[in-house]
């Protein structure tokens, strides 16, 4: 009979705490006013100019008074972006220290594509077809060349020719306008008196422009952006140009 009574009065006491608990939670909130948001803030620290993955993140509750306003509750929208600038541990993720794929305002390393390189060639009113290229164009490069061949007589023969170096070539920058709208705003090329067009190539597509840039001089051809295909043309030489008559 006793152990029924203890434990009636355990459960009437488990029971009468809970409802005071409940009573002054309820009674807390009744009187606490404040809006309370979910913001993503750092797990760790991250480094600057690191990718930004969902162990890195986490979600918590803060008092919206307190919360910035460039903050996200979107953990979604963070994960795979890049840190701009170091964030410390418990810091709010802010969309200020971060950048996305094509993101202009965080400068040219943030528009690169994945696993291609920008590449910065010389160019002028001609090879840039008067400075109407525009950031997000797409181009062929081409080079014309003189290249000297020793004959078997000892003389050398100079062979001046124009080859296809690459094709569907991305335009990310004119100088140092990476925006569509703006094109060549210096048509001067600044300080340096030279205009420049940057572009995105793959890295083992680097190596021939470069070469190309450095001994020939280059022209680039403007593509419409409907057009995919890939063109092949043989390597065209001046003296093509000399027409022979053997009828004589």
Sequence with gaps: MNKKIILLTLLLTIATTAAVVLYLENYKKSIDHREYVQVVVAKQTIPNRSRITRDMLEVVTKD???VHPNSTGDIKSIVGTIATTRIARGDEVLKDYIAGPGDIEKGLAFVVPDNMRAITVPVNEVSALN??????????VIVTLSLQEEQPDGSTKTYDQSNYV?????????????GYDNGFVQQEGGASGKNTVTLAVYP???????LACDYGTIRLLLRSPADERETSVKPFLLEHFIRKDDTR
């Design 64 to 66: 919206k008074a307190y």
């Design 131 to 140: 400075y109407m290229i525009r950031p997000g164009d797409m181009v062929d």
């Design 166 to 178: 690459l094709q569907k070539v991305f335009v990310l920058a004119t100088n140092s306008n990476l």
């Design 204 to 210: 083992e597509h680097a190596l021939p422009l470069a």
